[in-house]
């Protein structure tokens, strides 16, 4: 089975997001399960995690309902207002009796202090994900969001985290620290993982090759091996750079030396814990 492990919808006539904005055309629509599902079949995927793009109820019941409606959607990565414990544990309580919900994200990049992730109310609600058993994705931006991340796997050692699109390093600039350093770091902790996605719009979006981001995949392969990568297409945001077929053909290439079965599929279906069948 083939999953792809990171992937969003949003409807900008329903919903309110901040973002995509209309000045990137190719995003500012609407984009549901109808739009993904050819795109799915052609590259041969078999099953998709949905990740949150609000900081919002509205929007996690909204992907509840389209994974409710549509077989290949294997999970959804929703959100709880983790930094407000009280009101995280009752949402967490609700949603969890969902059999689709698999995890929680918390748009940490787009928050005023870079430091939010290490508030002492949002460590306590990070606390309450590693006591239910529920994953937590983080969306990185800056190389203090990395060592944030060592900050709360150690902190909560039965909390499974994954680092999302590898912690978007600079590859357009062609930069590989401090990223490395801190990605290695992240990776000495046995409960961090990380999404290979969402690499080419870190990329020159109009004349990347794949040898721009082979350092970078090569690095992650090395640091967390075959067992804690899992891929994903980050669509539609890759659609900045590039289509569906060739970011699935190019990031399949570049894993080509690890264990297809477990980057491909395997490792994303047990950390969310979802059946392969």
């Known amino acids: 089975m083939i999953v792809d492990a990171h992937q969003h919808f949003w409807n900008l006539e329903t919903g309110d997001y901040s973002w995509p904005t209309p000045d990137l055309p190719a995003l500012y629509r609407t984009f549901g399960p109808e739009d993904l599902a050819p795109e799915l079949a052609a590259a041969g995927v ?3 995690v949905v990740v949150q793009a609000d900081d919002s109820f509205w929007e996690t019941d909204a992907m509840l309902a389209h ?3 549509h077989d290949f959607i294997a999970g959804v990565v929703g959100w709880v207002p983790l930094d407000r414990p009280d009101e995280a544990a ?26 939010w992730l290490v508030r002492d109310a949002v460590l306590e609600g990070l606390g309450l994900l590693a006591e239910a058993g529920v994953p937590f994705d983080v969306v990185s931006l800056l190389p203090r969001h990395l060592e944030h991340v060592v900050t709360i ?17 600079r590859i357009a600039a062609g930069e590989l620290e401090p990223w490395a350093a801190g990605l290695r770091a992240a990776a ?6 990380a999404k290979v996605s969402g690499l080419v719009t870190e990329a020159d979006h109009e004349h990347w090759t794949v040898e721009d981001l082979r350092p970078y995949v090569e690095h992650a392969v090395e640091v967390f091996g075959p067992d804690r ?14 289509d569906y077929q060739t970011v699935f053909t190019v990031y399949s290439a570049l894993l080509g030396a690890t264990d297809r079965g477990k980057v491909l599929g395997g490792n994303a279906a047990r950390f969310y814990g979802f059946s392969e069948i």
């Not at 796997?153 to 390093?169: M, T, Y």
């Not at 000495?188 to 993982?193: D, G, I, K």
């Open 46 to 48: 078999d099953r998709t």
């Open 67 to 69: 994974a409710e409606a």
């Open 90 to 115: 009752r949402a967490l309580d609700r949603y969890r009796r969902h059999p689709k919900f698999v995890g929680v994200r918390h748009l940490i990049h787009t928050e005023p202090d870079p430091d």
């Open 153 to 169: 796997a150690e902190r909560h050692p039965s909390l499974q985290v994954v680092v999302d699109h590898l912690s978007k390093p």
């Open 188 to 193: 000495e902790l046995p409960n961090v993982h």
């Open 229 to 242: 990568l899992m891929f994903g297409s980050d669509w539609p945001v890759l659609l900045l750079a590039a």
